[in-house]
């Protein structure tokens, strides 16, 4: 076991390493990921001041969310994104099927999904350690957007717990689909249509409460909601009590599900492989 | 009276790579502040090159053949010094200048990926405003003599290395350039396409009249097409000259080859040189040039020999000698000394 | 003996050329149109969404004279512009701008840098993206049907104004998405270029008067005045939704900036281009 806990460590050092030596990009991505927030604090204003006919702006609602709530709502689901995005997993692991590269992982000791989980959490301390001073200046900067302060201790729990099964769940989804890889060469297409379900139906672009009807079901059954809505609205304290509980338990069994559904993926895509010679 | 068609004076160029630094700590350490290296690629270049020549330009890795074409070629700027090539300076860029010169490039293809190379000729034909006619008459003569005609219509992709090269070769020569600058024309090929692609190049070469200067990794491709050599170590030029010259200056040794008539080589060969290869019954020893003679009339009195063959050492053993003599007198006192070569 | 090449018969190569190459993969042609209509048609969907809540975006009572209340089919016009530019700048642009850093990367650019042709003209519109355009056919139908809706038959000035005014859009993105690419010789491997890229442009898609009030209005100026990405959509779709005859002062002046911002625009990329290409190293193999 500690040999293993060597070569872990060994992994996500080089990863580390690897990371960091992209500076500029790093910087600038960090910063240039809140000014889409900008222009929703603006638009959101604008749709605002019309729908307030008669009413002052404080009290108009849309959906239950006041005009703060849905700034609100905006950067919490940046912290639920910078959790569960996972840019070029799928493709990585798809590109890796088709140029061969995966055989590495059939000839050393590594497990892959390991490897890849390890290497994606290195990328994401990297990301927090330079985004965490960014994110706190904004959440500072947008202080008023938050009337109610901090939640309860016990939502904020409940919200980092979340917060890093929305890490897992983003990784081991989105896994999964490269893992189809294994069967179709062309992934690039089917990635394209998970990522624009993701934009529009995790709750990314606007809060899932505002689809009406057939969509905000089929919105509330499927996954997606957990990479970012859910933590933001545990947050904003839309979910409570049972329902939260009961929204975190769905949450981890979804988790479960994608953890044994990718592992499959790569058990069975590994099978067909070597069965055509690789 | 020959006409220059080349002339470099002390052409440098150098630039500022980001040095990775090892380990965790430097990397967080270089996300505030980065170490730079400057690598000389050019140190001070001289060089005339007459119309007609062709010049072949040796060195080892990263030694500034590469980048003194680039800079020919104005696809860089120098850091000092100057060039002019057909009278203008390459870093210009003109249009007039550009017309008249081609860079073909190993490593590098310029043809769409995705189309057949007639395709990309076509779009040559319209960059370069070549008239129709002759546009026509050029492509045919020269697909003609690569044998690629029946190739034009391919996807360039479907094409093996050796008529992608082939192909490219004809790109850059469908203007007609007066200089061409050939890097590595024939890495990666195997030895019939490279043979056929030196066999193209001397022809077009002797045809035209066109001044070349051209890098290459095989010994072969100089010792077939050049008469002049440029050695480059270290940014700098330290030979220059003709082939015969370096077997002179540097090749110090010659090889004797020996056939036994009895089938059995002599143990006591060892006193007359090194014993390079025995392959019973011939034997092949390295002998000092000057002592050629005098050995070889021992070694005939002493033994039973049938047949002698005397030959220079490969050329590639040789100029692997010229580098590591450059290397030895580098690491001295930092500072190179430059052959008097010319 | 010519000076230059015909640039017209040029740059029609190169559209042919691209085209066969996008009919070689048809299947991933086919993918990519759909695929990017389809990005489209969710985007529209958010908006309807929004107007589901609110009869229009902006207050036409209580700021500027440059002002406009977007009712709902007034911003479906607002985004048929974003469409067309958008659409426009990518099928000429887009993929050239990202071949460029990789010429960059590998080294290829030597071989644009060595035709007698201008080096900006020949990196800028080599590739061009044909399944891009259907994107513009979206947008113009998005165009007349909103229109429709609201009744309104623009003049034939208006729509050529129109047209000009989309021109100097593209232009203006175009001049942006170039300079930062060029930034890729400097900076290496430049992968937030894109990203920075899609954070300014997004400033565009809104119209300018949702940005007031004490952090709106210095937002606004400076992208209006400093990167004028604001005028890229906003003037050209103004002449779609309003009257021709200036109504303000600011119904004149704007277009004239968007007119000099467009000149001044492709001037500075054009110098940005050409000091990069000073410190072009060209990557060995």
């Not at chain 2, 350490?29 to 000389?40: C, N």
Request: net charge neutral; glycine share 8%.
């Amino acid at each position: 076991m500690p040999a293993r806990t060597a070569v872990w460590w060994t992994i996500l050092r080089i990863s580390l390493e690897e990371r960091l030596v992209y500076r500029g990009d790093f910087a600038l991505g960090t910063l240039m990921r809140f000014l889409p927030i900008l222009t929703q604090v603006f638009l959101w204003w604008a749709v605002f001041t019309a729908a307030s006919t008669g009413q002052s702006i404080d009290q108009t609602r849309i959906v239950g969310y006041s005009y703060h709530d849905f700034i609100a709502y905006y950067l919490l689901t940046m912290v639920s994104r910078a959790f569960s995005s996972m840019p070029g997993l799928a493709s990585g692991i798809a590109r890796d099927i088709r140029d061969g590269t995966v055989k590495k992982y059939l000839i050393q000791p590594i497990d892959m999904l390991s490897f890849l989980l390890l290497n994606r959490m290195a990328h994401k301390v990297v990301y927090y350690t330079v985004a965490t001073l960014p994110f706190a200046f904004v959440f500072y900067l947008c202080g008023d957007f938050f009337p109610n302060g901090w939640p309860e201790p016990q939502v904020m729990a409940a919200y980092v717990a979340s917060l890093l099964m929305a890490f897992l769940l983003g990784f081991f989804l989105e896994a999964t689909i490269g893992m189809i890889g294994f069967w179709f060469l062309e992934v690039s297409s089917l990635l394209f249509v998970y990522m624009l379900f993701n934009f529009f139906f995790s709750g990314h672009m606007f809060p899932i409460d505002m689809l009406p009807g057939f969509w905000g079901e089929v919105v509330r059954i499927i996954p997606l909601q957990y990479l970012a809505y859910f933590p933001a609205a545990v947050f904003l304290g839309k979910v409570e009590g049972p329902e939260l509980i009961q929204g975190l338990w769905i949450q981890f069994a979804w988790v479960v599900l994608f953890m044994f559904t990718s592992r499959a993926a790569f058990h069975l895509g590994v099978r067909r492989y070597s069965g055509f010679g690789g | 009276m020959t006409m220059a068609v080349v002339e470099i004076e002390s052409l440098a160029k150098s630039y500022r790579v980001y040095q990775k630094a090892e380990g965790l700590a430097a990397s967080v350490a270089g996300l505030f502040h980065r170490k730079y290296r400057t690598v000389e690629a050019v140190r001070g270049i001289d060089l005339t090159v007459e119309a007609g020549e062709f010049v072949a330009f040796l060195g080892p890795n990263g030694a500034g053949k590469t980048t003194t074409l680039k800079l020919l070629s104005g696809v860089i700027n120098p850091t000092s010094g100057t060039a002019r090539v057909l009278g203008h300076v390459p870093w210009r860029r003109e249009n007039a200048y550009r017309r008249r010169f081609a860079l073909v490039m190993g490593q590098k293809n310029q043809l769409w990926w995705d189309l057949p190379a007639a395709e990309s000729f076509r779009l040559h034909q319209q960059i370069y405003r070549i008239d129709p006619a002759e546009f026509d008459r050029t492509r045919d003569e020269l697909t003609g003599m690569l044998a690629i005609r029946n190739l034009l219509s391919q996807p360039v992709r479907e094409l093996s290395l050796g008529e992608r090269m082939k192909m490219e070769l004809t790109a850059a020569l469908l203007h007609k350039p007066d200089v061409l600058f050939l890097d590595e024309p024939t890495i990666g090929l195997d030895v019939v396409a490279q043979y056929k692609i030196q066999d193209f190049l001397k022809h077009y070469q002797r045809e035209r009249g066109i001044t070349t200067l051209l890098t290459s990794h095989y010994m072969k491709d100089v010792a077939a097409l050049c008469r002049r050599v440029v050695i480059i170590t270290h940014g700098r030029i330290m030979f220059d000259g003709s082939l015969a010259q370096i077997v002179d200056r540097f090749g110090g040794h010659k090889v004797i080859t020996l056939l036994f008539a009895d089938g059995h080589i002599p143990g006591d060969l060892g006193v007359y040189g090194e014993v390079i290869s025995e392959e019973p019954p011939r034997a092949k020893v390295r002998v000092d040039r000057g002592d050629v003679t005098a050995t070889l009339g021992r070694i005939l009195q002493q033994h039973p020999v049938v047949d002698v063959n005397v030959e220079d050492p490969p050329l590639e053993e040789m100029i692997a000698e010229v580098f590591s003599q450059v290397d030895e007198s580098a690491g001295k006192d930092g500072e190179l000394v430059v052959g008097r070569g010319g | 003996m010519p000076s230059g090449p015909s640039y017209l018969r040029v740059f029609l190569t190169f559209a042919r050329n691209s085209l066969v190459r996008n009919m070689t993969f048809r299947g991933n042609f086919l993918i990519e149109t759909f695929s990017s209509m389809s990005w489209v048609f969710m985007n529209l969907g958010f908006y309807i969404l929004v107007f589901q809540h609110t009869p229009r975006i902006g207050d036409v009572s209580n700021w500027g004279e440059y002002s406009f209340a977007w009712g709902k089919y007034e911003f479906f016009l607002f985004l048929s512009t974003t469409l067309m530019v958008n659409s426009l700048v990518q099928a000429l642009f887009m993929e050239n701008a990202s071949e460029f850093g990789e010429m960059i990367r590998t080294g290829t650019l030597d071989f644009a840098l060595l035709k007698p042709i201008d080096t900006q003209f020949l990196i800028s519109l080599q590739r061009i993206d044909w399944s891009s355009l259907g994107n513009l056919v979206v947008g113009i139908g998005l165009a007349v049907f909103s229109l429709h809706k609201i009744g309104w038959v623009p003049s034939v000035w208006q729509v050529l104004l129109f047209m000009l005014f989309v021109i100097c859009g593209v232009a203006i993105m175009y001049s942006l998405m170039i300079a930062l690419a060029a930034t890729s010789i400097w900076l290496g491997r430049n992968q937030s270029l894109y990203n920075f890229w899609f954070y300014i442009t997004n400033f565009s898609r809104y119209p300018m008067e949702i940005y007031r009030g004490t952090y709106g209005t210095p937002l606004r100026m400076f992208f209006t005045f400093i990167i004028p990405v604001l005028v890229v959509v906003n003037v050209p779709a103004r002449f779609l939704v309003r009257p021709l005859v200036p109504q303000t002062p600011m119904d004149l002046l704007l277009p004239v900036f968007a007119f000099v911002a467009t000149v001044a625009s492709l001037v500075g990329s054009r110098w940005v281009f050409n000091r990069s290409l000073l410190s072009y190293r060209s990557a060995s193999s």
